[in-house]
C-alpha cells in the first residue's frame, strides 16, 4: 500500500508559478505511473499530467501544455508539478495519483492511489 500526500498549493496571481509535490510514504514509486489530475468545484476530476516510473515519458492535458511540467525523483519518492503562466481557469484541487499498471496514465480508473488534494486558487 502506498500513501501519497500533495502540497504546495495556495494562492496566486495570474502569470504567477507554483510547485506541486507529492511525497510517497509505504512503498516505493519507482515502478509506478504518476499521474496529477485536478477538480474545480461543481466539475469532473481531470487529467493534467502523467508520468512513466522511469521519467521517461510524459503526456499532458492539452489545457497546460507547455506551461506546466511533471517531473519525478525516485530516489526521494517524490512527484512534482511546476505550474508556470497560471491562469484563473487553472484554479482547482490538484491530485496527485499513483498506478502500478500499465495504462497510459490518462484516466482517473488507471489509478489505484489517491492522495487528498491540495487546493490551487489563481486570482485574476
Known amino acids: 500500500q502506498v500513501q501519497l500526500v500533495e502540497s504546495g498549493g495556495g494562492l496566486v496571481q495570474a502569470g504567477g508559478s507554483l510547485r506541486l509535490s507529492c511525497a510517497a510514504s509505504?512503498?516505493?514509486?519507482?515502478?509506478?505511473?504518476m499521474g496529477w489530475f485536478r477538480q474545480a468545484p461543481g466539475k469532473e476530476r481531470d487529467f493534467v499530467a502523467t508520468?512513466?516510473?522511469?521519467?521517461?515519458?510524459?503526456g499532458y492535458a492539452d489545457s497546460v501544455k507547455g506551461r506546466f511540467t511533471i517531473s519525478r525523483d525516485n530516489a526521494k519518492n517524490i512527484i512534482y508539478l511546476q505550474m508556470n503562466s497560471l491562469k484563473p481557469e487553472d484554479t482547482a484541487v490538484y491530485y496527485c495519483?499513483?498506478?502500478?499498471?500499465?495504462?497510459?496514465?490518462?484516466?482517473?480508473?488507471?489509478?489505484?492511489?489517491w492522495g487528498q488534494g491540495t487546493q490551487v486558487t489563481v486570482s485574476s
Open positions: 495519483a499513483g498506478s502500478r499498471g500499465s495504462a497510459t496514465g490518462y484516466r482517473t480508473y488507471d489509478y489505484g492511489y
Open positions: 509505504g512503498r516505493t514509486l519507482s515502478t509506478y505511473r
Open positions: 508520468i512513466s516510473w522511469s521519467g521517461g515519458g510524459t
